[in-house]
């Protein structure tokens, strides 16, 4: 199976012990894996719904330390095509699987779950919830209990809390929450479609007091501001103290939160505040010490501050809870890359083509592998592959990195090539950040360009806390380690405290 195969081939490369056993093909300890919910919602407009409460309750179990809660974005890309519970068991590494089914109507909420044992196929537990949807908040803390009761894990005080917190009194704000939740895979991310916005905005409208959609309007614009990502026809310095606003009001509304406190440090990584941004992490992470997201914000960041065996930790944590998915391996291989371990970064990234061959981006970043590995031809015809996969709605960044691929590679009449795609973005009235400027100016050998850019521009400013490939200079450019080079490079990883 792909995901055992991936398995033995992590192995092979030497990552960590800890990594190694949870990866084995013994199930891990305490696991569930709860599989989309089948929607039974008569009205279309409904349908949302049944995702929504799936990831809600996947969010509930991500609060508790002593299970093992497989990832949303795991359970949605290995449920169904007629596999048996037997075969989405070994392929998620799992105890136990929950299948269930939602319909709504009428304000009313008919939910059906059933707990399985995989080695068995013996049910552990079933429940019909036939209620009003008013009860949402207490059906999911049940089925949570449940589920840890039945796995026999510990679940404390301050965690049997934290799972009966109501996050809103209003169903309303809640529903638009959960439309906003579920109308991407990925909620953390640098450019969200207008429709996120829209609903998340609705939610706090409806209720002001909704520290949840507080905590993730925090995220998703903090990390913009970290990324380059425009919003709104707001100015970077505004996209950030939107993060910071939210944020506070997040944490003061509820300081149980670990979305908040990822907010907060999104906000004291913008601004330098390096010991600040860890602790807010670390509080994060004792909060959801499952939660996949937190996980790779802290990732990010510890990469960049060149904590590198903390960030790989990280990175092989999320691969236990989102296993058979291509991302999390790209993001292992990416934090191989950054801490000078070339081996690793192929591998993982050769597993992760694998798992998601038709994602530019990571035929991009294992062709960066390959040539940190010496792998130069290997690495070109995966730049080709990667800039076949090209597309209208790549970001400006997936441009102007394909372009410094092929200039690292020495193929400059390539990089000019991508390079004009760039322009052409440009002369159709698209925003380009200063970070893609400044690398595709160096793809095509504009060194001055890139320097008086670079030089003139302040550390957090349009993305440039997030030109890592440029801070560490893993293909070996010799123009980055040029004195004045090395100084700006150096000046990526300073911090205030």
């Known amino acids: 199976m792909q995901y055992l195969k ?36 008569p009205n279309p407009d409904d349908a949302y719904l049944s995702a929504g409460i799936h990831e809600q309750l ?38 136990t699987i929950m299948t269930g089914s939602v319909r709504y109507e009428n304000d009313r909420v008919n939910m059906v779950v059933n707990l399985i044992d995989a080695s068995t196929n013996n049910q552990l537990w079933s429940e019909t919830y036939d209620r009003d949807f008013s009860d949402i908040f207490a059906i999911q803390t049940n089925i949570v209990e449940h589920i840890v009761m039945a796995l026999g894990a510990e679940l404390t005080a301050s965690e049997q809390q934290r799972i009966e917190k109501a996050p809103t009194n209003s169903l309303e704000a809640y529903k638009r929450y959960m439309n906003a939740r579920v109308s991407v895979r990925v909620t953390i991310a640098p450019n969200m479609p207008p429709k996120f916005y829209q609903y998340l905005n609705e939610a706090i409208s409806l209720d002001p007091d909704f520290a949840l959609a507080h905590a993730l309007k925090s ?87 060149e904590d590198h065996d903390e960030a790989i930790r990280l990175a092989e944590r999320d691969i236990v809870l989102t296993p058979n998915v291509g991302n999390p391996l790209m993001r292992l291989g990416q934090t191989s890359m950054f801490a000078g371990k070339p081996s690793p970064a192929v591998e993982s990234l050769r597993i992760a083509v694998e798992l998601f061959p038709q994602f ?7 062709a960066m592998a390959l040539i940190t590995a010496g792998k130069n031809s290997e690495a070109l015809e995966e730049l080709r592959i990667s800039e076949k996969l090209l597309n209208d709605r790549n970001p400006t960044r997936d441009i102007a990195r394909t372009a410094y691929g092929y200039s690292v590679l020495g193929f400059k009449e390539d990089a000019m090539r991508i390079y004009a795609l760039l322009e052409k973005r440009q002369a159709e009235g698209k925003f380009i950040s200063i970070r893609d400027w400044i690398e595709a100016y160096l793809a095509i050998g504009e060194i001055e360009k890139a320097y008086g850019l670079w030089s003139k521009t302040p550390k957090p400013t349009e993305g440039i806390r997030s030109l890592q490939f440029i801070q560490s200079n893993i293909v070996k450019n010799p123009v980055l380690e040029e004195p004045r080079f090395v100084k700006l490079r150096k000046q990526l990883i300073e911090f205030k405290d």
């Open 6 to 41: 991936a398995i033995v081939v992590l192995l092979l490369v030497g990552l960590s012990a800890n990594a190694v056993a949870q990866n084995s093909n013994a199930a891990l300890n305490n696991s569930v894996a709860v599989l989309p919910f089948e929607n039974l919602s």
């Open 58 to 95: 996947l969010f509930q179990l991500t609060k508790i330390r002593d299970i093992n809660p497989i990832s949303r974005p795991a359970a949605i890309r290995n449920a169904g095509d007629g596999k048996s519970i037997a075969e989405i068991a070994a392929m998620l590494n799992v105890e």
């Open 219 to 305: 995220s998703v614009y903090g990390i913009s501001h970290l990324y380059g990502a425009p919003r709104d026809q707001l100015t970077f310095d505004e996209i950030r103290n939107v993060a910071q606003e939210h944020a506070d009001i997040a944490v003061k509304l509820d300081p149980n939160l670990g979305l908040g406190y990822m907010g907060k440090a999104f906000v004291h990584f913008s601004n330098l505040h390096g010991a600040a941004a860890r602790q807010a992490f670390e509080r994060a992470l004792g909060l959801s010490p499952n939660d996949v997201e937190i996980y790779d914000g802290y990732r990010r960041f510890l990469s960049v501050i």
């Open 360 to 366: 530019h981006a990571v035929h991009r970043f294992y």
